[in-house]
C-alpha cells in the first residue's frame, strides 16, 4: 500500500522554465511534507519542506504547495538550471514529534534539465 | 554536511552469509535510521533507534537486525542475506523534534547478493 505516490518516474524541462513535480498522499494523518533531492552515488539531500497549516512555503528558486483537500503537493522550480537534474522524492511523516522522523517516502520522479 | 559515514561503501556477497552494514556520526544525534532504497519503491524503513539500546521495526523489517549500544554507531545486521535483499542501503541521523522532522542521509551502501 504506496501511502506517498510520485505518478511520474521521469520531468524533461529546458533550461529557465520551470519545473512541476507531483507527489499524492493517502493518510490523512500526515501532518508535515518534505521534498529530498537526490544525485547519483550520493544520499538524499533536504530541500523543502512544509507544515500542513499551510498551503505555500517558499526558499529562493522552490516553493512547494500542499493541497490537503486533494492530499497533493507540488514542488515548483523556477528558473530550472542543469544543475538541478537530480531524482526528487517526496516524503511525509505523521503526529508531529511522536514520528521520530519516520518518514515515508514516494518512489521518486527524475528531473532532467536540457541547457 | 552532516557527519555520517557508512561502511562499507560496496559489497558482494553470497546468499545464506552474514552481513554487516556500518553507521557513524560524528553529530551526537539522538534518532538514527537504516532505510533502503529500491527502484519503484523509493526509500523504505528498516529500523531505527531513538536511543542507545532502544531500537523499533520499520516498514520492512523482516531478515533485518539492529544494534546501536554506542550514541554514534548504528548497525544492521542481514543475518543470512538473500537475492530480495540486494539494494542501496541508507543510514539517516535526525534531532527530531515536533517542529523538525529532517533527515540527514549518508552516502548509503551497495549491497548485492548472489
Known amino acids: 500500500d504506496q501511502q506517498v505516490k510520485q505518478n511520474s518516474p521521469s520531468l524533461s524541462v529546458q533550461e529557465g522554465r520551470i519545473s512541476i513535480l507531483n507527489c499524492d498522499y493517502t493518510n490523512s494523518m500526515f501532518d508535515y511534507f518534505l521534498w529530498y533531492k537526490k544525485y547519483p552515488a550520493e544520499g538524499p539531500t533536504f530541500l523543502i519542506s512544509i507544515s500542513s497549516i499551510k498551503d505555500k512555503n517558499e526558499d529562493g528558486r522552490f516553493t512547494v504547495f500542499l493541497n490537503k483537500s486533494a492530499k497533493h503537493l507540488s514542488l515548483h522550480i523556477v528558473p530550472s538550471q542543469p544543475g538541478d537534474s537530480a531524482v526528487y522524492f517526496c516524503a511525509a511523516s505523521g503526529a508531529g514529534g511522536t514520528s521520530y522522523g519516520k518518514l515515508t517516502f514516494g518512489q521518486g520522479t527524475i528531473l532532467t534539465v536540457h541547457p | 554536511d552532516a557527519g555520517i559515514t557508512q561502511s562499507p561503501r560496496h559489497k558482494v556477497t553470497e546468499t545464506g552469509t552474514p552481513v554487516t552494514l556500518r553507521c557513524h556520526q560524528t553529530?551526537?544525534?539522538?534518532?538514527m535510521y537504516w532505510y533502503r532504497q529500491d527502484p519503484g519503491h523509493g526509500l523504505r524503513l528498516i529500523h531505527y533507534?531513538?536511543?542507545?539500546?532502544?531500537?523499533d521495526k520499520g516498514e520492512v523489517s523482516d531478515g533485518y537486525s539492529v544494534s546501536r549500544s554506542k550514541t554514534e554507531d548504528f548497525l544492521l545486521t542481514l543475518e543470512s542475506a538473500t537475492s530480495s535483499q540486494t539494494s542501496v542501503y541508507f543510514c539517516?541521523?535526525?534531532?527530531?523534534?515536533?517542529?523538525?522532522?529532517?533527515?540527514?542521509f549518508g552516502s548509503g551502501t551497495q549491497l548485492s547478493v548472489l
Open positions: 553529530e551526537n544525534h539522538r534518532y
Open positions: 539517516a541521523i535526525s534531532e527530531s523534534s515536533a517542529t523538525n522532522e529532517k533527515l540527514f
Open positions: 533507534s531513538y536511543g542507545v539500546k532502544d531500537t
